[in-house]
């Protein structure tokens, strides 16, 4: 059993006694009304997508799944995309249905993932909680605006678009948190 809070992309649950990825999560919290997750869910066998709410403290029951760890290598196409087997250098194709587009925009060629495994076939990919990604476009910076909170668009070297703090500059390698998208922290070089 998991909570519902305690879910990320790429995990599986059972749920309506059938197996769904966690496509997206995101958690809401309006005014003094109790917060709830609402998370887009994928069908493993069927590929439907649907969104649902759930309590914060809901539980779901986790399948039982092989996990293995791969390397991601490349991607040749929003189509296809490269998996290596760390222990023996096997390497397998797998589709969008497997590796999301959001999730795609967070690996690296040779990031480390684990792989869940359904009857032997790659079925989702967890991806880890943070990646170092280099800033590759933002506005420059503004002197003294290191305390403020006001934050500005930046791109990633994956292709990724996200709100950082005035004092990154272009070149900067920052940390990202997989789970909600959202900086970290700068990463020292």
Same mark, same amino acid.
Request: glycine share 6%; aromatic share 8%; net charge negative.
């Given at each position: 059993?998991?909570?519902?809070?305690?879910? /990320?992309?790429?995990?599986? %649950?059972?749920?309506?006694? +059938?197996?769904? #990825? %966690?496509?997206? @999560?995101?958690?809401?919290?309006?005014? $003094?009304? /109790?917060? =709830? &997750?609402? @998370?887009? =869910?994928? $069908?493993? &066998? #069927?590929?439907q997508i649907i969104d649902d709410r759930f309590r914060v403290d809901e539980q779901l029951d986790q399948p039982f799944l092989d996990k293995k760890e791969m390397e991601?290598?490349?991607?040749?196409?929003? +189509?296809?995309?490269?998996?290596?087997?760390?222990? *023996? =250098?096997?390497?397998? *194709?797998?589709?969008?249905? %497997?590796?999301?587009?959001?999730? @795609?925009?967070?690996?690296?060629? $040779?990031?480390?993932?684990?792989?869940?495994?359904?009857?032997?076939? @790659?079925?989702?990919?967890?991806?880890? *909680?943070?990646?170092?990604?280099?800033?590759?476009?933002?506005?420059?910076?503004?002197?003294?605006?290191?305390?403020? *909170?006001?934050?500005?668009?930046? #791109?990633?070297?994956?292709?990724?678009?996200? +709100?950082?703090?005035? =004092?990154?500059?272009?070149?900067?390698?920052?940390? %990202?948190?997989?789970?909600?998208?959202?900086?970290?922290? /700068?990463?020292?070089?």
């Amino acid at each position: 059993m998991i909570k519902a809070i305690d879910l /990320r992309r790429g995990m599986a %649950v059972t749920w309506k006694d +059938q197996i769904w #990825t %966690v496509h997206d @999560i995101q958690k809401v919290s309006k005014g $003094n009304w /109790r917060s =709830f &997750m609402q @998370i887009k =869910f994928k $069908n493993l &066998m #069927t590929g439907q997508i649907i969104d649902d709410r759930f309590r914060v403290d809901e539980q779901l029951d986790q399948p039982f799944l092989d996990k293995k760890e791969m390397e991601y290598l490349y991607s040749s196409g929003p +189509q296809e995309h490269v998996l290596m087997d760390t222990t *023996n =250098f096997e390497q397998v *194709n797998v589709g969008p249905d %497997v590796i999301s587009d959001e999730s @795609i925009l967070y690996l690296r060629p $040779n990031e480390k993932v684990i792989a869940l495994l359904n009857s032997g076939k @790659i079925i989702s990919v967890e991806l880890p *909680n943070t990646v170092d990604l280099a800033v590759t476009d933002t506005p420059p910076g503004i002197k003294g605006a290191t305390a403020t *909170n006001q934050y500005k668009e930046s #791109t990633l070297e994956t292709g990724l678009k996200m +709100q950082v703090p005035p =004092f990154i500059e272009i070149g900067d390698v920052i940390r %990202v948190d997989t789970r909600s998208g959202e900086y970290v922290e /700068r990463v020292k070089k």
